[in-house]
């Protein structure tokens, strides 16, 4: 019977029994259990199949670094893949199940694929997928074909497909001294800044404050660490200035001491309490950090190192100390270093058997000579495990004599029987933090790891984390990186408490692998065998970050925080350098992995905003469709029952021009630019003048961009002096707006200037067609609209229905047409004023549609033909380009490229086979729908035009007006349309304006 | 990154927009030599370290501010209108210079 629950001992509460289910099968824990110890006490051993060999595999450690036993909780439909089981804190009715194994856990057939040896080599994608494959299954195909059986064979685990229901929620915090970590380094940093009244937060990954405090077994000043830990988090939860959270992983350190946490809400819950989240993240901004995050022990890599039994050694003590938890009866030590000697006399205090302590080095302390014995060990310095025996679980191991300078020395291997080998290969200190936020580590030689540098910018380490692991130093350091990050004047630092058992030497032998036959792993969750890294290097691979993506080695859920080092070193050994030539990799963010519901919190769905105009409801009252033009609503047609949409906009345009229409113009981008050097600042943006623009007119305006490209157009309409207010179009507002700012703050501060945007305080409503001037005779009061009150592009003060309009006449449509414009509050009364004014002459409302098809049969540009490519000459608009000042564009707008020949310029098209014209359609010369090539240009918009009887389109094509009157083809392969047009002028209707001047 | 505009306060980078770098300097507008032209038009600085920035407070009070930003850090060393202060003052190229 191997693994199994101490009768005493432990942080369980063995009053309180919790009962879960895994793969099925009913079991009982206790409160304080996770779903690793909760099964290790149960006698289960073997936790899931690796990623590419389905190799049965354990538990191999007690904390987030665990490679091998991931699982996938279950709640109802909703799945969670690949959570270490060892994060897992077991609830009442809980269900996990195992990953990567078909049929079942103990059954997986496809556990032969480690039979076949080098099946999934390292860089077997790469060669397989990517290499010149002879024969029609080229690369890409042979990767379809196989990839359905390989992503059954190799992975982890299956994520779900139902919608997560889980509340998620974000939080912003702010503090003087985060401190990551509450082991004895970071409760004495934290209560050190807590008492000088900075503002504290305290983040511990655990369900418990205090780290090693919970498993060291050691006593602090004659006081068990586990009280001396309770006692600080006490005195913290007394200050006010201190905020504790467990359960929660800071996991990104950003620029400006911003860093990210997520923090485990209701994870450990069978229900979640009312309100509260599944989980918070947390931005917290930092005036300094104390990294506290510890140190993680390392495996070593040798044959058989993945069979389930084999465990870190100072996760077997966690599980003694801890859980109450004895991961074996009979227990094999293998080590290169002392920690694993408190560990075993740990285990044998709790019970277990000490069968032996294999120690890779030749001398080893009168401490650790000690401890062996006390805890009745064989102690066999200069031997390392070369071999590890059992199917499902461990049986026995093999061991054989080694020098740390020959490697395994020839000779007889002896067997030792033993339920559990329990493994140090050192410790390599917990510096992602650090490194995220830019330390470079650097190597130590004493201690066979990557040390963090003294301190950062910002940052302070204490503990474990700067390779400091006894806990009388640590809680110094603490003491010490607490009152620097809190700004206090350094002290000289009292007595180091009293740490009872005394601590051993950490530095470790530097030996990371024993080489001998069998699969031997560096990363457990990857399956990257030291093997492996080797075939890397004589494939040519000699970049650590390339190694890393070639062999995939570090780069699974676990990021590697077990294998980097020794991964690392077989490298170094490899290429013939030292460890800190060959370099580490730099971490990244996240630490460990983050639920993307937190990054999301309550942001999801339709983030974007609605933008509606003030007569919105009257459009959906009255039959409109609504489609979307940016994040604004507008109609499209107002359809009658049994219209298509061709047939509506036909009859809404035709209508407009035989009588009258109303349209919808609140879109349009509006601001109001005032003060007394305005007219100055217009004559800059705009290719054309606004100076000369008297009081009570309208101007169209051109702008272009610094580089001489078309950037926007609209009228802008003088109401004052000093008080202009600029039209532009609906989808440019904003960057115009920008753009002005932008000028005037930066290029031309000296103007006096003032520019507010007024686009949602103004409606807007455009009446056009042979009667809209007797309908606004009908309900304009105050004003006349006759040709004299008001020509073309002039602008009146009047009041339609009690409500105060400025009317402007200018036109779109090409028709006579004026733009009214009231206050937005007003915008649907002026709009029904001005509805029934129309009805005895005929007026119909009409949409984008109807518009469209009317600004294409005039001619007039939009967003399609100022796509920001074209230039002023290119549409034809060259006479608003002034030659009496220079103004935005009017340096680079002659430019060689821009004045060329042969450059896209605006046409018409007609459709010669009577079929409708596409928008991105090409123009070619001749059609070959075998091989579409010859591209004359294209087309931007397409309409049938009541007017003319036809499908029209605008076109951008190659020589523009020299092509009138000649015929062309669309070639558009996409919708399989091809046919004959002919290219004519862009004016189609009423070139001469006689309608609009009238 | 946080940006401390001088109206607002510290902010987060969110509410502000990039609005190019901030070294560039507009030529005479009755110049019409195309080089000076097109280093203004074209030509950005790129450099690893310090930076000159022009940052709009989008989201604020949109003012436009001349901002010195490391590249590699996002440290940001100087915040001012650039209104009053014009571009920034980490350095100057020469016109027409390639960086
Ligand atoms: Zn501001």
Redesign the interface.
Known sequence: MSPRRTPSGGRIDRLRTIRFTFDGTAYAGHQGDTLASALLSNGVSLFGRSFKYHRPRGVLTAGIDEPNALVTVLRGDVREPNIPATMVEIYEGLVAVSQNRFPSLAYDVSAINQLGGKFISAGFYYKTFMGPVIGPLKGTRFWMLCEKIIRRAAGLGRAGNVPDPSRYERMNAFCDVLVVGSGPAGLSAAREAATSGARVILAELDPTFGGSANWSGETIDGEPAIAWASDIVGELRDHDNVRLLKRTTVWGYYDGNTLAAIERVGDHKATPAKGAPRHRHWTIRAKNVVLASGAFERPLVFAGNDRPGVMMASAAMRYANQYGVLPGDKIVVFANNDSAYSAAATLNKAGATIVAIADLRQDVSEDCRTLARECGAELLTGHAVIATEGAKKLAGVKLAAFSIAAGVLPGNARKIEADCLIVSGGWSPTIHLASQAGARPVWDDDLQAFLPPESGNGWYGAGGFNGTFSTADAILEGFAAGRKAAGQPEVEIGTAPDIEPAALDPRPAPVFEIKANGKAFVDYQHDVTADDVRLAHLEGFVSVEHLKRYTTLGMATDQGKGSNVPGLAIMAEAVGKPIPEVGTTRFRPPYAPVSVGSLAAERFGDLKPDRLTPMHDWHLENGATMYSAGLWHRPMIYGEPGETVEQAYVREAQTTRQAAGIVDVSTLGKIAVQGPDAAEFLDRVYTNLFSTLPVGKARYGLMLREDGLVFDDGTTWRLGDNDFLMTTTTANAGKVMQHLEYFLDVVWPELRVHLTSVTDQWAGAAIGGPRAREILAACVTGTKVDNEALPFMGIVHGEIAGAPVLICRLSFSGEMAFEVYSGSGHGTHVWEALIEAGEPFGMVPYGLEALSTMRIEKGHVTGAEIDGRTSARDLHLGWMLSKKKPFIGSAMMDREGLVASGRLELVGLISLDNRPLNGGAHIVAEIDTDNPHGSLGHITAACFSPALGKYIALALVSGGKARHGKRAHVSDPLRNRFGPVEIVSHHFFDPEGKRMHG | ??ITCPYCGPRDVSEF?Y?GDGNRK??D????D?ET??A???DRLNPAGAHNE?W?H?GGC???LAVVRDTL???VSSVRF???H??PTHGRRKSGAKA
């Open positions: 990154m946080l927009a609005q507009r030529p507008p009755a110049s019409t195309p032209w097109n203004y038009v074209y022009i709009q989008a949109r003012a436009h850090t996002h440290e650039a209104r009053e014009g571009a």
